[in-house]
């Protein structure tokens, strides 16, 4: 199967900064990208669908502002989370999808632990 | 998004076949059953997916009842690399993917 990957796997941050993820399509092109959050013991919860080249939409109740999502081309697709608070720890996922596949493929997801 | 409906936690013997049940009674015409599995510390993987005919892959087969307000994922023999989080999941072709609670599969050796 496709293979998607992420970078960081496991990122530590003190709160206020900011942590870039990256999240990229090894074997194809994705055209689009998303982006879930899993709370331990908790199941996956979609945060955003991005395509390459155009804005975000973004789930409610998630502040576009704090995490901003670029899909700058077919293979990468980044989030940022901006000043970071311990209530921002959680494991983050992307996926991606080639459009007509009926399947999406998933990133090994990275933990980030904001102190 | 239309909703499934899965017990909560599920217990095997390793070798023996495993049968994960979904309820989805408001599934749409256009509504795919895709099933995926989460492995502790991982992100989800495909496992199956169907519409109206029962499906088989190398990994499972995929159940589909007449009137499709449910389906069955079945493992033919576990193995404790089976032992994973299943996530019954209905989408529409291209659209997104609602994870509900799923199913927690303990193997015992």
């Known amino acids: 199967g496709a293979v998607v990957s992420q970078h960081p796997s496991r990122v530590i941050c003190k709160s206020g900064t900011s942590v870039k993820i990256e999240c990229r399509s090894l074997?194809?092109?994705?055209?689009?990208m998303f982006w879930y959050r899993q709370f331990p013991k908790q199941s996956l919860m979609l945060m955003a669908t991005s395509n390459e080249g155009s804005k975000a939409t973004y789930e409610q109740g998630v502040e576009k502002d704090k995490f901003l999502i670029n899909h700058a081309s077919l293979t990468l697709s980044t989030l940022t989370v901006t000043s970071a608070h311990p209530e921002d720890s959680s494991f983050y996922i992307c996926s991606a999808d080639q459009g007509l596949a009926y399947e999406q493929y998933f990133g090994p997801g990275t933990r980030l632990t904001v102190t | 998004d239309a909703k499934t409906t899965q017990p909560n936690s599920m217990e095997s013997n390793e070798e023996e076949p495993v049968h994960l049940p979904c309820n989805h009674s408001t599934i749409s015409g256009t509504d795919y059953i895709h099933w995926y599995r989460q492995l502790p510390s991982q992100g989800p993987e495909y496992v199956i997916h169907g519409l109206t005919s029962n499906v088989n892959n190398r990994m499972a087969s995929l159940a589909i009842a007449e009137d499709r307000k449910s389906s069955t994922l079945i493992l033919h023999r576990a193995t404790l690399r089976d032992a994973a989080v299943y996530y019954c999941i209905l989408r529409d072709v291209r659209k997104k993917l609602v994870f509900g609670k799923g199913t927690k599969l303990t193997v015992n050796p």
């Open positions: 074997d194809f092109q994705a055209t689009t």
